[in-house]
């Protein structure tokens, strides 16, 4: 008996979490499948109705622009964050002496809700009042700077923001990552007079593997989940030009009381995810697993 | 330990290294500034008059100083019937959230340990499935789960609040802590079985005291997540127990009412005093993370 | 389908509702700003002086869509609040949800029918039981002005469209911005119905945007009231994507702007910045007849304990009663939805407002407000409002919007 619970320790302690797991993520996919094949509206109904909720979906010009902001925000927000969570990881990293500070004034936004950092941003954004104001008031007439406005540019400004919120935590997930790196192999390059550019590019960067995984899927997540932010920012505006799908799913579900129409643009909006992170993850525990 | 730092210029190229390091403490500041200019807009309207804001500049430095805002956000403000701010619905997130960071994390770090160094057959099968669990939309679990809540009898509490912060933290903590323990050599493990350390005895006397900085990491992103949720608070509190988030937007969110900016600005702030405490202690941690680091090296 | 969401009553519900006790109420809104929340003080005070233990349960936050999320988390954990801030056309949907409360018994007692205008009275009602009890009756098709810009200019207010675009013009010859707007959907969709309600006319408007006949929503007259929208677009400055309201009417306020289309909460705006209504500001309605309103009101939620009932009655009762009707909306910038409430402490915007509403209300003019959620439920309103903020905001000919509007109510349904 004792042996049985030895061996089978590692399993036991992983189970419960497990069992959660399969009943409040993936029964509530389920869950959502089957009523999108329903005609919900105010509360769910479990009467399977067919297809009509995805008809509709793809009928409506508003999802178009919702997925099409989601690729085009998701890219660019994923990538830049990264990018810049791991320079600004990178120049932390050069015995500053105001570290400290620093890293707390990158690390910051994620603490405020984005409720309000929404209005502030909205102010310095809007061209009659922030940033461009700021910059003609200086003198330099011709300066624009009119992306909130502007139905073809208000997705960048959605970017902008979210890369604000976000970039600090991933500076945070790298620092953690470069100092967990073996000093022995560092010191011996040194050594060997490899210059410290090499040295970041050729033997710390690749070491940081998982962590860049750690980064995707919090940034990924953080991309799907980007509510507040348009909500506060944008409102979904100029028209519906910077709507997501987690906006159009939630107005759908609660502001408009067509659970069925939310339900359907859920299952595609986690299909494409799904269609997209699922490789990248297996090839990358793949790799780790050899 | 990453000491690339300046210890070995010579000579020849000390004043490139000096012109170097000016460059990088402007980079450095400047993009400090980039981060700051948000706070500044908030600090500088929650010091201003109504009056003023009506008629003045938004993005202006405030012509007379005053911290009515910031008293009327901690306890005048309306947040509904009662006009007592923020204060009374501090303590709710704080019941929230201590628990549910402290749970997670530690499930986080069990579940981490068992995938990295204890690997079964289907452990990674089963860990995947626990990382896509990450990217469920929450909008999509609010109904299903108020109905379970409902079931289980916890609906509108606080356990319940916690329950759910805990079950939707897992996929991330696990991530955090998983990642990290696979850069630990497995022979620590083979090494510590074959002095006869159970499972227990490894992880509490091996494993968790190398963990400082991934648990620092972990409990940053928990404690941000979960004292910042609002759609989970809105959804399944009620009169007595809604979290600061809720008063917040209670606050903030008046569709047709007359908009206090300097309050809102204000309340903001506070509301995330905690979270910023938060960062700074934890930021201490991520040095002492590198000298306990620098032991196992 | 009752059984389904209340087969879990929660336990500590059960244990709550005493032998015999006082009456008790968990009230879910979305009025937590200063004015607002101090009208539902009034009403918490009443309650409290009745006996009554009032638990409030405020979440505010994109026109009662938060209150809206946590409303169907309470009710589907079977935990629902006992009365709720709701209003329009959602009463009758959660009724076929059968979820509400019936409570008639007051409703008779206190002789509702006499003193409310039929049509509000209509909202109130689900299958011929009372469900409802009303608040207040937001006006919402207004017209706001800045006395001085509009005396400096030599404008009179507008009382047709071709009026508004001659004086528009004039104005911004002057270099002030005619139309002081913000871009959020719902504003767009107050300017638009304004502009509807003035082109179609009180039958067209109620063909439209009531029954949903689909030959008026391609009609040339909706053709016409895009054009409309699309001429108003060139009164409004660029930087308007976004803007709040309230900065709106400050815009007006300062002579920025000299007119803004709004509903009467824009009154609480100029009154808390002291200015005076007729001196500083001026109110009309929007060139055209009729009225539309907006109307809040409160639902009850079949709940269990004597306790609770009682409390949704005493409630139901105060929300009607004079005393409440009154105080309530002298804060709220609204007027009473009884009809036979002394108006003498009131403004003289809500005394047009009230002269106005019963005229309407005598020649079949008095007009729900469909773009806020009086008129169609959530996801016809929802879909027009989808294709009025499209158009105004981009080059979106009145052709294709008209198109696309009847494509959108179809597939709305």
């Known amino acids: 008996m004792t042996k049985w619970l030895e061996q089978n320790t590692p399993k036991l302690v992983l189970a419960p979490s497990f069992i959660a797991v399969l009943i409040f993520v993936y029964g509530f996919i389920a869950w959502t499948a089957w009523i999108s094949f329903t005609r919900s509206r105010l509360l769910p109904r479990y009467d399977i109705e067919g297809v009509i909720q995805y008809e509709r979906l793809f009928a409506s010009p508003r999802w178009d622009t919702a997925l099409n902001n989601l690729f085009v925000f998701g890219f660019l927000f994923i990538v830049i964050a990264m990018v810049l969570g791991l320079v600004l990881a990178i120049l932390l990293d050069q015995n500053i002496r105001t570290e400290g500070a620093l890293r707390t004034i990158y690390l910051y936004p994620m603490a405020l809700s984005m409720i309000v950092t929404g209005t502030a941003w909205k102010w310095i954004l809007n061209p009659g009042l922030g940033i461009q104001a700021m910059v003609r008031g200086w003198g330099f007439e011709e300066f624009t700077f009119d992306w909130l406005v502007n139905p073809d540019m208000a997705i960048y400004t959605i970017v902008l923001a979210a890369i604000w919120q976000s970039s600090g935590f991933v500076m945070a997930l790298f620092l953690a990552g470069l100092r967990s790196v073996d000093g022995e192999i560092i010191k011996a390059a040194q050594v060997d007079g490899i210059p410290t550019w090499r040295i970041y590019t050729a033997i710390i960067i690749p070491s940081m593997a998982p962590i860049f995984l750690s980064a995707f899927i919090v940034l990924s997540h953080l991309a799907i989940k980007s509510f507040d932010l348009v909500i506060a920012l944008t409102g979904g505006g100029p028209g519906y030009a910077t709507d997501l799908p987690a906006t159009y799913m939630y107005a759908m579900a609660f502001s408009r009381g067509d659970i069925g129409q939310a339900a359907s643009s859920a299952m595609i909006m986690m299909m494409v995810v799904f269609a997209i992170v699922v490789p990248y993850l297996y090839s990358e525990l793949r790799t780790k697993d050899e | 330990m990453s000491d690339l730092s300046m210890s070995q210029a010579t000579g020849q190229n000390r004043t490139g290294k000096i012109i170097l390091r000016w460059v990088l403490y402007l980079a450095l500041g400047l993009f400090a500034l980039f981060y700051l200019m948000p706070l500044f807009v908030m600090i500088t309207t929650s010091l201003k008059s109504l009056d003023e804001i009506r008629t003045g500049d938004l993005i202006a430095l405030p012509r007379d100083v005053t911290l009515d805002a910031w008293r009327t956000a901690w306890s005048g403000a309306c947040t509904g019937i009662q006009c007592e701010g923020v204060r009374p619905y501090f303590w709710n997130s704080i019941l929230i959230a201590i628990p549910a960071v402290a749970i997670s994390t530690l499930l986080g770090a069990m579940n981490g340990y068992v995938v990295a160094q204890w690997q079964f057959r289907g452990a990674n099968i089963i860990f995947s499935l626990m990382l896509f669990g990450c990217f469920i939309p929450f909008q999509v679990v609010l109904l299903p789960m108020a109905r379970m809540l409902g079931i289980m009898g916890i609906a509108g509490t606080i356990p319940g609040l916690i329950f759910v912060h805990v079950i939707y933290g897992l996929g991330f903590t696990t991530l955090f802590f998983r990642n990290y323990y696979v850069s630990i050599p497995s022979e620590l493990t083979k090494a510590a079985k074959v002095d006869g350390a159970g499972f227990f005895r490894i992880f509490w006397s091996i494993f968790l005291p190398l963990s400082l900085p991934i648990i620092v990491v972990t409990v940053i992103w928990q404690f941000t997540q979960i004292w910042n949720d609002f759609l989970f608070g809105v959804s399944f509190s009620q009169a007595g127990t809604q979290p600061v988030t809720v008063a917040l937007n209670n606050i903030v969110n008046s569709t047709t009412g007359v908009k206090e900016y300097n309050v809102d600005m204000a309340a903001a702030i506070i509301a995330a005093l905690p979270t910023l405490f938060v960062y700074v202690v934890a930021g201490k941690y991520f040095i002492r993370g590198l000298t306990a680091g620098s032991v196992k090296g | ?413």
């Open chain 3, 1 to 413: 389908m009752k059984s389904v969401f209340f087969g879990a009553v929660s336990a500590t519900a059960l244990i709550a509702s005493a032998v015999h006790a006082e009456p008790k109420a968990e009230v879910l809104h979305w009025w937590t700003s200063g004015g607002e929340a101090k009208s539902v003080a009034v009403l918490q005070e009443e309650f409290a002086a009745q006996g009554g233990v009032w638990t409030d349960m405020p979440v505010a936050g994109g026109g009662g869509d938060a209150a809206m999320t946590a409303l169907r988390a309470r009710v589907l954990s079977g935990n629902a609040p006992t009365a709720v801030q709701l209003k329009g056309p959602a009463i009758q949907e959660w009724y076929e949800e059968g979820v509400l409360a019936d409570i008639s018994s007051v409703a008779e007692a206190e002789g509702w029918a006499d003193v409310l205008p039929a049509s509000i009275a209509g909202h109130m009602k689900c299958d011929g039981t009372w469900c409802a009890a009303p608040v207040n009756v937001h006006r919402v098709d207004w017209i706001w002005a800045n006395a001085a810009v509009l005396e400096a200019n030599g404008i009179e207010m507008p009382t047709t469209w071709d009026e508004f675009n001659a004086a528009a013009e004039k104005l911004e010859a002057a270099g002030i911005i005619p139309l002081a707007h913000g871009g959020q959907a719902w504003q767009d969709a107050t300017v638009f119905e304004a502009v509807a309600l003035g082109i179609l006319g009180p039958d067209g408007f109620q063909k439209a945007f009531v029954d949903l006949d689909m030959d008026t929503l391609k009609s040339d007259e909706m053709k016409a009231v895009f054009d409309q929208m699309r001429t108003m677009r060139g009164f409004v400055d660029p930087n308007f994507s976004g803007r709040d309201w309230n900065l709106a009417t400050a815009m007006v306020m300062n002579g920025e702007a000299a007119f803004q289309i709004m509903g009467d909460w824009a009154k609480g705006e100029f009154i808390a910045a002291g200015k005076a209504p007729g001196e500083d500001f001026l109110c009309a309605s929007v060139p055209g007849d009729g009225f539309l309103y907006n109307v809040d009101s409160f639902a009850m939620f079949d709940v269990e304990g004597e306790d609770n009932k009682a409390g949704q009655e005493l409630l139901a009762e105060l929300i009607v009663g004079q005393n409440f009707q009154k105080v309530f909306n002298l804060n709220k910038g609204s007027i009473p939805a009884r009809t036979d409430v002394s108006l003498e402490a009131f403004d003289s915007c809500a005394h047009l407002s009230s002269k106005e509403m019963t005229e309407s209300s005598d020649n079949g003019s008095l007009l729900p407000s469909y773009a806020h959620g009086m008129a169609l439920r959530g996801a016809q309103a929802g879909a027009i409002t989808d294709v009025v903020t499209a158009h105004f905001n981009s080059d979106m000919s009145s052709d294709d919007a008209v198109n696309m509007l009847a494509d959108a109510v179809a597939n709305s349904m």
